[in-house]
């Protein structure tokens, strides 16, 4: 095998397809699909073409991705866009995928993210930010992924420990509004809840339940995001709320607590306060004491400072921040809000201008300018 000279056709074939109308990101992980195709391949039978050959192979691979994401799209349109009450049905193809995909011969972590890639419907990019991992390093560790189970037969599911997180992901995503897939989430959580009786499964539903309860009113008629304190609980889905509630407090109720349960309390805390400052927040702090304890997750302690600033003040809240590492997504955001709550506006505007340069979809970035806009316009010339 002469690695050398795959790396030399690497950017030729890569072109090739770009010319040919693939899309950059669709055209690079066909090439990949590709390579590894070589890597397999070329020891006993070596092209005469190589170049001929991985252009082949690449284009191949790129129209069977395209016809797949198509088919996965089709799929979703089928779903309503909000999720009906009450069980689901018997467990279809999709949910079963996220089994396979979750191959016992790749790590969790690895299995989570071809899943997504393959099956979700996220790009490399989006699954790096959600790891916190730069994409190269999200792409080279899809790769190794694909590397790994292409000797391998896909007849032994995944644990349900690894489908929740690449459930979780998927809903994220489609939260966040980048890709609205939170419904299909929804839809395959209900599925699984339906044949495993686990408290996590249950946890898990309650969360998107009552996260997704909030969509209607997280954007205004502009389109521009409505922070939970400025939101119209009037338009919060209750009938959502309520079985979001009843499906966590029985989960909770069998006395094995796991991350997706303690979140959706959070989430329940939230949906229960008739009004922003009627939060319960002392309570949410020890909810994120008991989530950081079972996950030492650190956007887990980002959101644990914003709630300690609410529960016992701004600087108490800063205290925790100046903890966790500023480079943390949403670091500088947390504290330019925890800076203009201790009456600070003008480090809280310079940090909300600072903020918004790193925000990771438009939406947030339009978010944050005008924050920092509004506190500008209120301080003395």
Request: glycine share 4%; with cysteine; hydrophobic share 45%.
């Amino acid at each position: 095998m002469n690695e050398a000279l795959l790396r030399s056709l690497t950017p030729n074939v890569l072109g090739i397809l770009v010319r040919r109308g693939a899309d950059f990101a669709a055209a690079e992980d066909a090439v990949q699909d590709a390579l590894i195709e070589a890597v397999r391949v070329w020891p006993a039978d070596p092209p005469r073409d190589a170049k001929g050959w991985l252009v082949t192979v690449a284009w191949r691979k790129f129209l069977d991705a395209t016809r797949a994401d198509t088919a996965r799209r089709r799929r979703e349109d089928l779903v309503e866009e909000e999720p009906a009450p009450g069980p689901a049905p018997a467990a279809d193809d999709t949910l079963q995928l996220y089994f396979l995909c979750a191959h016992p011969s790749l790590t969790p972590s690895s299995a989570v993210a071809l899943t997504l890639r393959a099956v979700g419907g996220l790009t490399t990019r989006q699954i790096a930010q959600a790891y916190l991992v730069p994409e190269a390093t999200m792409a080279q560790r899809i790769s190794r992924a694909k590397r790994t189970v292409s000797s391998v037969r896909f007849d032994q599911p995944g644990d349900v420990a690894t489908v929740l997180r690449v459930l979780y992901l998927v809903f994220n995503e489609g939260y966040s509004g980048d890709v609205d897939l939170a419904a299909e989430a929804i839809r395959l959580t209900r599925q699984l809840a339906a044949v495993i009786d686990h408290p996590e499964v249950a946890g898990l539903l309650a969360l998107m339940l009552l996260h997704h309860a909030r969509r209607a009113a997280r954007t205004a008629p502009d389109g521009s995001l409505v922070p939970l304190a400025d939101q119209d609980r009037g338009r919060w889905d209750t009938t959502s709320i309520a079985e979001g509630v009843e499906i966590l407090q029985a989960a909770l109720a069998r006395d094995r607590l796991g991350e997706f349960q303690a979140q959706a309390a959070i989430a329940a805390l939230h949906a229960d306060a008739p009004a922003a400052e009627e939060t319960d927040w002392v309570q949410i702090v020890e909810w994120y004491d008991e989530l950081a304890g079972l996950t030492d997750n650190p956007v887990v302690r980002l959101n644990r400072a914003v709630a300690v600033g609410e529960a016992d003040g701004p600087r108490a809240g800063l205290a925790a921040l100046a903890a966790l590492d500023d480079s943390l997504p949403r670091h500088t955001a947390v504290a330019a809000y925890l800076h203009e709550r201790d009456g600070d506006l003008t480090t809280a505007a310079r940090l909300y201008a600072e903020a918004a340069q790193k925000a990771p979809n438009l939406a947030e970035r339009d978010h944050l300018t005008r924050q920092a806009a509004r506190l500008n316009t209120r301080q003395p010339r």
